[in-house]
């Protein structure tokens, strides 16, 4: 794990999660404990409206939680119900939080690599429709990380299982003195609770 993001686990690991979020979160603990069980590949498709916030930080921290906790075959994924862009504060967070992130393309959608250790391949972070061809076609789980797609979705074609986990959206502060702030806090908080999921993997013997 990259140093600085190291230190970010650490905090991670010592806050706790309400147990009204711990009910939310046990169908994902399920889903993923159940592949764990069967040996299969686990595939995670975070969802959110635009695909620019909340799924981009759900995905990048479910990936680094997995790897930190050594579950196994986790590929995840993130998408939209329309392609906007990720926005640039979710990469000045993550970059702040210990992440090395790097812009491989420009324009009104660009692309970027997401490390979280020296030696694993990087993510690749742009904003895309659920149903992209970057993402899987069937046997994943579609968590819904905004209450609009949650709403607004109420079938995501090729899921296995759907799974509301929706967060507050920071783009509420945009422009504003708290906005640095509440991008880091909300981070924080789905870092948290990606950890929380993963720390309550059983391995196989």
């Known amino acids: 794990m990259l140093e600085k993001l190291s230190k970010t686990i650490?905090?991670?690991?010592?806050?706790?999660?309400?147990?009204?979020?711990?009910?939310?979160?046990?169908?994902?603990?399920g889903f993923i404990q159940d592949k764990v069980d069967q040996d299969k590949e686990i595939r995670l498709n975070l969802i959110c409206t635009h695909n620019s916030r909340r799924s981009h930080l759900a995905q990048v921290w479910a990936q680094t939680a997995a790897f930190h906790f050594n579950v196994k075959n986790v590929i995840c994924y993130s998408g939209g119900t329309e392609a906007t862009a990720m926005f640039p504060m979710?990469?000045?967070?993550?970059?702040?939080?210990?992440?090395?992130?790097k812009a491989i393309s420009e324009g009104s959608n660009p692309v970027y690599t997401i490390k979280y250790d020296e030696n694993e391949h990087p993510l690749i972070a742009f904003s895309k429709a659920y149903?992209?061809?970057?993402?899987?076609?069937?046997?994943f789980a579609a968590i819904m990380t905004c209450s609009q797609a949650d709403g607004g979705c109420p079938f995501i074609s090729g899921a296995e299982k759907r799974i509301p986990i929706t967060f507050e959206d920071p783009k509420e502060f945009d422009n504003t003195p708290q906005q640095i702030q509440k991008y880091e806090e909300r981070s924080f908080q789905i870092a948290t609770e990606m950890f929380y999921v993963f720390s309550q993997i059983k391995k196989k013997r």
């Open 131 to 139: 149903y992209d061809d970057f993402n899987p076609d069937s046997g």
């Open 90 to 101: 979710i990469a000045e967070t993550l970059e702040r939080q210990g992440f090395k992130i």
């Open 10 to 29: 650490l905090l991670i690991n010592n806050s706790s999660v309400p147990e009204d979020r711990q009910s939310v979160l046990q169908p994902l603990i």
